[in-house]
């Protein structure tokens, strides 16, 4: 069964946060370093996408607890894995290895998953395409406002070779996510669209997921929710959704909006609640998944899991809510306007 199969039978649950489970593990320095950049000229400490090379058991096993809890899409841990922003840690030469590596954790979990429950139903890997560390519509420089650290050829050519690393280890689907700069979000559709024709084969589905910064209603570079659908309709994608910055209950209005003019899926996976005052998240999983429950039921949704702080069970409790509940249907289009 093709994830857009599942999508018309069900309310299909992605996992939750990679960081807040790393952070469980309390690595040290030695442990993100492992034995094959032991010598690393730079610290390398909280570069998690290492992570799937260093200690692709620790990955592999996180996915397996979202599994378990019953997500059905997984998504790589690659979410910082492109040449630009492994360059914080001159390691730029590694992301598509990176990739490559993030996506056979995933298999590696689901095929461990699959072993234990043989009647299980499909599971599905995203591939984590993240927004990067640079912006092409802000200036980093307050006093050239005209400036711009990177070009949009330099952020296609690196999310080519991001997708080429997750084509090549075997993603289902390719998830734009936490999208705060549409043009970011445009180079990467582009680059999948231009990659996928250079290689001759059909497109993987695209998913597309973008983030409300605040009470404004609007992304970080200003755009509005409808004018962001707007900016990404043109990819054809499977879903457009939101995830992180807001917690389930700041998030609601936005997704009751999205839902109102997306012709595609939706999906929506929000923060455990907002960071308290030493960042840390407090929302427990029985009232995220209240907040989820509740968008299944006034169909919202499609798609839903868990951002920043959520933990397998948060999405043990969304899986178990929304199993029953029948996904949102998409809407008619009049082709003959």
Avoid at 68 to 87: H, K, L, R
Avoid at 201 to 220: F, H, K, N, V, Y
Avoid at 278 to 299: L, S, V
Avoid at 311 to 333: E, G
């Amino acid at each position: 069964m093709s994830i857009k199969e599942a999508l018309q039978e069900r309310i299909l649950v992605i996992d939750g946060a990679m960081g807040t489970m790393i952070q469980r593990h309390k690595l040290t320095e030695e442990d993100y370093r492992g034995t094959r950049f032991a010598n690393w000229h730079s610290d390398v400490k909280g570069n998690n996408d290492l992570l799937c090379i260093t200690q692709p058991d620790i990955i592999t096993g996180i996915h397996l607890q979202y599994l378990e809890a019953g997500a059905d899409i997984i998504e790589t841990n690659t979410f910082s894995s492109t040449s630009i922003a492994m360059a914080d840690y001159d390691m730029q030469e590694l992301a598509y290895e990176l990739n490559v590596a993030a996506a056979k954790c995933v298999q590696n979990a689901i095929q461990q998953y699959k072993a234990k429950n043989p009647n299980s139903t499909e599971k599905f890997i995203a591939g984590s395409i993240g927004p990067l560390n640079k912006t092409l519509s802000l200036s980093p420089d307050v006093n050239n406002p005209g400036y711009r650290a990177v070009t949009f050829d330099e952020v296609v050519i690196a999310y080519t070779e991001q997708i080429r690393g997750l084509v090549d280890g075997g993603v289902d689907v390719l998830l734009v996510e936490t999208i705060f700069d549409t043009l970011n979000a445009k180079a990467a559709i582009f680059a999948i669209k231009e990659y996928f024709r250079s290689i001759g084969q059909p497109e993987l589905p695209i998913m597309i997921s973008g983030t409300i910064t605040d009470a404004s209603g609007r992304t970080l570079s200003g755009q509005t929710l409808e004018a962001f659908y707007t900016s990404v309709a043109h990819a054809k994608p499977l879903s457009v959704g939101l995830n992180c910055a807001l917690g389930a209950q700041e998030m609601r209005a936005h997704i009751e909006e999205l839902s109102q003019i997306a012709t595609c899926y939706t999906s929506a996976y929000p923060n455990a609640g907002l960071p308290n005052a030493m960042g840390e998240y407090d929302e427990a999983p029985h009232q995220t998944a209240h907040f989820i429950e509740e968008w299944a039921k006034n169909k919202f949704v499609n798609i839903v899991g868990g951002c920043c702080g959520t933990t397998p069970d948060h999405i043990k409790h969304m899986a178990d809510n929304v199993r029953t509940i029948q996904p949102r249907n998409l809407p008619i289009v009049d082709k003959t306007i």
